[in-house]
């Protein structure tokens, strides 16, 4: 009678840190050795695995049964794409194969996700080889293509620390006189920015959807509306505010605009690398010399907020949910699922196949947005201080306006009404 086949798992995490991860590969290593099976942690994403080199810890249920709570991963993560080139393709599915690994398991975002889809398609079609796979959806940004209403794992503990950075800033602002520029991590989406913005209370949140989907905005533009927000409150006779942008409002911006400032840097992915981009910085000089222009003298200071974030302790939210996520990600493999994207929804393990979640164009997965017309972004722009259009009927408050900018009525109208356009 021939020898069953051992069953063996692969643990990888890739793309930046996100509160949570060690919560995962507990509750993944926790029930795949209470069933028997071997279980290793890759350390460094998919980076060593792509060079043949097998840099491993066997993970046990002692080893892993109080780290649900803590930060950052006990396996390192890494950025490093194997689908760059087919040698390193090959060597991930040749190294994975060679330790008998049967089944993998991918903590990640797109990149991880995708990265993962091709090893084991590569193994299939390639080598004849199964490795059965399922991605644990992580990341900060809260932007992979989840049904709407289901965060990706450390998007909340990530909100509300980012809450209570901006909650203190909003403080010393009032209490100095000044204005703070933040910008939040996300890289292409602004739903960090705008969850961080709408529970601090910040004066005004700029997220790239709010602008139209199929061309760039000047930059201008940007600071224009961050000027409109400090007139309008200082009208009302408050020289503070906080004005939170998503970084990813920079793939919004025109191009000519970034290369003037000088701050464009890619990651090996071709992704702009915003977490090493000062915007904020940019932001505070184009914004200081648009008050200077208007005859406005305003401190103003900047803050990035994403790193603080990334690794911090998970909250009780994201301990729980990603236990459950962790356990669901074992369940769906145990019972012979592959190639899928483990969700809970309603309660229920739902996976989602990960052909339902490509680009049919990019053939990447696709990048779920800020939905402007929901409930809760209408509410979030009803709290925020901005320039609207009936800002610009005439009347005593408009008058107010102007008196503040330094203005004539008629040029305030034709310089700060067009912001109100988009």
Known sequence: MPTPIQNTLAIVCGG?????????????????????????????????????????????????????????????VSRFNPTKEEESLRNVVD?????????????????????????????KKKLGLNINFVHVPKTIDNDLPLPEG??????????????????NLMTDAKTTGRWFLVVAMGRVAGHLALGIGKSAGATVTLIPEEFPADREIPLSLVVDIITGSIIKRLASGRNYGVAVTAEGLIEKIRLEDLEMADCLEYDEHG???????????VLKKELLRNLA??????????????????????????????????????????????NALITIQNNQIVP??????????TKKTMIRMVNTRSIQYRIA????????????????????????????????RERFRYVTEY
């Open 16 to 76: 930046g840190p996100a509160p949570g991860i060690n919560s995962v590969i507990s509750s993944v290593t926790i029930e795949a050795k209470k069933s028997g099976w071997e279980v290793y942690g890759m350390y460094d994403g998919f980076s060593h695995l792509a060079r043949g080199e097998k840099k491993v810890l066997p993970l046990t249920i002692d080893g892993v049964s109080r780290i649900h709570s803590d930060g950052g991963s006990i396996l390192r």
């Open 95 to 123: 190294t994975l194969i060679g330790m008998g690994i049967t089944h993998l398991v991918t903590i990640g975002g797109d990149d991880t996700a995708y990265a993962a889809s091709r090893v084991a398609d590569y193994g």
């Open 150 to 167: 289901i965060p990706t794992f450390g998007f909340e503990t990530a909100r509300s620390l980012g809450t209570q950075i901006v909650s």
């Open 271 to 281: 992704h702009i690398r915003y977490a090493e981009i000062n915007f904020s910085d």
């Open 293 to 338: 222009s208007l005859g406005i003298r305003m401190a103003v200071n900047n803050k990035e907020v994403g790193y603080e974030v990334r690794c911090a302790p998970p909250n009780a939210f994201d301990i729980e949910y990603t236990r459950n996520l962790g356990y669901a990600a074992f369940e769906f493999l145990r019972n012979g699922g592959t």
């Open 352 to 361: 989602i196949a990960f052909e339902d979640i490509i680009d049919p164009v």
């Open 381 to 412: 722009r009803e709290y925020m201080i901005r320039l609207e259009r009936r800002d610009f009927e005439p009347g005593i408050d408009f008058e107010k306006l102007a008196v503040a900018a330094k203005m004539t009525p008629d040029d305030f």
